[in-house]
């Protein structure tokens, strides 16, 4: 199993499960199932409600001394609505309480922008559908995330969903800087530029939705879900692999980091055993980045108009 060193010295594993939108009555097994086929990183969130679920699925493993927890690389992230810096420690602990773990090896600011403070996850304006903003600022939110690492909380601590400017303006800050940054990152949104800040940083990329999005519609005119790209079925086709294993591939290749989601046993396997015995071409991997569109799946229209909004236009400081 590949790893990435981070630059606290802790090793990630560059392949992890990914727990967003799978069902908290069907996590359990299939943590269990991933553990025993191999899995030793999971990324989790507050926000996908499904968080005590993985940790009782984490909890059984280790009871049954298949995985200690030292093995393991747990991620949780810290949700809109927790970023007064008075807020942050409990939003920690709850869901270190939820995995049952003890620590988290990596704790996330999931998104720069602050929602109305309290445990309405989605506060909504009725006469406009969109979200309830706060004036917080993300710098003082990062503040409060580097004590949790002072206090043994968290190994590391990151951020995910910034741009470039959001970046630069915490690095020049930050007591701690982030260890990793979590991006929408696939052919389809290449996000270069981003990446080599990062690298250039020694910040880790996560990549989410690497394999596509089958929950959120591509909307670019002509285009073909990624899995079902003629570039991808041929490459696919010329090496033997399907297209999931093409496209993680590509992205660890680089160095980047991959958490595909499933609850398929087989494709789980897949996803962690069948990437690393086989390495693309330069000339595929160039045929797959001229996919880059700035095809964006993960929009997060309801934050439009907040002042830390990292994708929208003319937002983002």
């Not at 507050?46 to 991620?75: C, M, P, W």
């Not at 000339?283 to 880059?292: E, G, P, Q, S």
């Not at 997060?300 to 002042?307: E, L, N």
Request: aromatic share 10%.
């Amino acid at each position: 199993m590949s790893k990435f060193l981070l630059s606290n010295g802790k090793n990630m594993p560059m392949v992890g499960l990914g727990t967003w939108r799978s069902p908290p009555e069907v996590i359990t097994q299939a943590v269990k199932d991933a553990i025993d086929i191999g899995y030793r990183h999971f990324d989790c969130a507050h926000i996908y409600g499904n968080e005590s679920q993985v940790g009782a699925a984490l909890r059984d493993k280790i009871d049954e001394g298949v995985v200690t927890r030292d093995e393991l690389f747990i991620t949780s992230k810290l949700w809109n609505t927790y970023h007064k810096p008075e807020l942050v420690r409990s939003a920690c602990e709850t869901s270190i309480k939820n995995l049952g773990v003890g620590y988290l090896d990596l704790y996330l600011m999931h998104w720069p922008m602050a929602y109305k403070s309290g445990d309405n996850l989605y506060p909504t304006c009725p006469d406009t559908g969109k979200a309830v903003f706060e004036d917080i600022d993300y710098v003082d939110t990062w503040r409060a995330m580097e004590d949790l690492v002072d206090e043994g909380l968290c190994h590391a601590i990151g951020v995910s969903n910034f741009n470039e400017q959001q970046i630069n303006r915490l690095l020049s800050v930050a007591k701690l800087k982030p260890v990793v940054l979590q991006i929408e990152c696939h052919p389809y949104l290449r996000q270069k530029a981003l990446i080599t800040l990062c690298y250039d940083n020694a910040i880790a990329v996560t990549a989410y939705s690497s394999l596509g999005s089958g929950h959120t519609p591509y909307e670019k005119p002509g285009a073909y879900p990624l899995l079902q790209h003629p570039t991808i079925l041929a490459i696919a086709e010329k090496y033997g692999r399907t297209p999931a294993q093409v496209l993680l591939r590509y992205q660890t290749q680089s160095g980047i980091i991959v958490i595909p989601r499933s609850v398929s046993k087989q494709h789980m396997y897949d996803n962690f055993k069948r990437i690393w015995d086989f390495g693309l071409a330069i000339d595929d991997i160039k045929a797959i980045d001229d996919l880059d569109c700035n095809g964006r799946f993960m929009t997060m229209k309801a934050a439009y108009g907040h002042p830390h909004h990292p994708f929208e236009l003319g937002q983002g400081k």
